[in-house]
């Protein structure tokens, strides 16, 4: 008996944000899907405009497992996560050591599969997964704000800032054509 999708399946149980009083909850596998959909975005941006030559498909799999080690360390707040290079490096080591528990969680051939998606942290391609992701939490701090719920107001400028310091023409692309979408209701959507 194999125990890696089983595993997969509790990141609906690990919520995110657990220090800031949220709105609407959001789990590891609802942001992991919403990071694949944008980091897919971003490659047909770049590859659409700007004369990339990415993998889209490849780099949205890659987002949808970004997650993966947080069904065993939980999801570590961002202040702590980075609060100096000591944590930073101890809390790396121990995605590391986690992502590798996880893989022992299949036969050994696919998990050798799984071994090159899980661990491209430091492939070309995973830029564009971490570009998603500042993207997806600046967007739940739209999502808060537009709900009311002003706790998101300083994460939301620390977050854009973080954004435009990517210096990234297709960041910039989606940041510009498509986020303010992101604002409108239902009916404004509809019209």
């Known amino acids: 008996m194999y ?54 498909n490849s780099i949205a799999v890659k987002a949808i497992f970004h997650e993966t080690s947080e069904v ?21 080591a121990l995605e590391r050591y986690s992502n590798e528990r996880l893989l022992g969680f299949l036969p050994s051939e696919l998990s050798a599969k799984y071994a090159t998606i899980i661990n491209a942290d430091k492939d070309e391609e995973y830029k564009y997964v971490k570009y998603a992701d500042k993207i997806c939490a600046y967007l739940k701090c739209v999502d808060e704000l537009n709900m009311g719920n002003s706790d998101f107001t300083s994460a939301k400028k620390t977050l854009r800032k973080e954004i435009d310091d990517f210096d990234s023409q297709e960041v910039n692309y989606f940041m510009e054509n498509f986020v303010d979408a992101f ?9």
């Open 183 to 191: 604002s409108l209701t239902l009916d404004e959507l509809q019209s």
């Open 72 to 92: 065993i360390t939980g999801d570590l707040p961002t202040p702590i996560k980075y609060f100096n290079d000591e944590i930073r490096t101890s809390y790396k």
């Open 3 to 56: 125990k890696f999708f089983a595993y997969l399946n509790r990141m609906k149980y690990i919520n995110r944000w657990s220090l800031m009083r949220s709105t609407v909850t959001e789990n590891i596998m609802e942001h992991s899907q919403q990071v694949a959909v944008i980091a897919h975005a971003l490659a047909m941006i770049s590859n659409t405009y700007f004369g990339g030559n990415l993998d889209a």
